[in-house]
């Protein structure tokens, strides 16, 4: 936090309190917040980010995982999607994140092909490899389930 607080007076010297640069404080004092486990701040953080950029696929990426925390996965879902919809570039973490609140709701399917994308985009990504792995390891499939 303090921190936080010399970056603002740095940049409000330097006359650089634009919209970019609330994005990245707002950004950043969120990730701090999240990592203390201060979901709710976390979130009022990346809502910030979101209500100057709404097209921000950072801080809906951000604030889906902090409902995913929080164990939303409603909102988590919906947060990563929004994130999948703006990102220019494709994230096979927000794939694998949004793939965990599948699973956490149950959704196997959609938790599958959701492991399986982020695999797609990066075939080194151990975590994905990890919980695709963890989903098959659980007695939850049929012997004659064949889901890819």
């Known amino acids: 936090m303090k921190y936080l607080v010399i970056l603002f007076l740095i940049l409000s010297i330097t006359g650089c309190i634009t919209s970019d ?4 404080i707002y950004n950043k004092q969120g990730m701090a917040l999240f990592k203390k486990g201060e979901y709710d701040q976390a979130i009022a953080n990346y809502d910030k980010v979101i209500e100057i950029n709404p097209k921000c696929a950072r801080a809906y990426d951000n604030r ?7 164990g939303q996965y409603n909102r988590a879902i919906a947060d990563y999607n929004k994130a ?9 973490g927000t794939y694998n ?3 965990l609140a599948f699973y956490n709701k149950d959704q196997y ?8 994308k982020a695999i797609e985009i990066d075939p080194k990504s151990v975590i994905a490899f990890y919980n695709r ?3 098959f390891n659980r007695p ?3 012997s004659n389930c064949w889901l890819w």
């Open 21 to 24: 640069c609330n994005i990245a």
């Open 64 to 70: 889906g995982t902090a409902f995913l925390r929080k």
């Open 84 to 92: 999948i919809e703006f990102n220019t570039k494709k994230c096979s």
């Open 97 to 99: 994140n949004r793939g």
């Open 109 to 116: 399917k959609q938790a599958i092909s959701d492991y399986n």
């Open 133 to 135: 792995g963890h989903l």
């Open 140 to 142: 939850i499939w049929p």
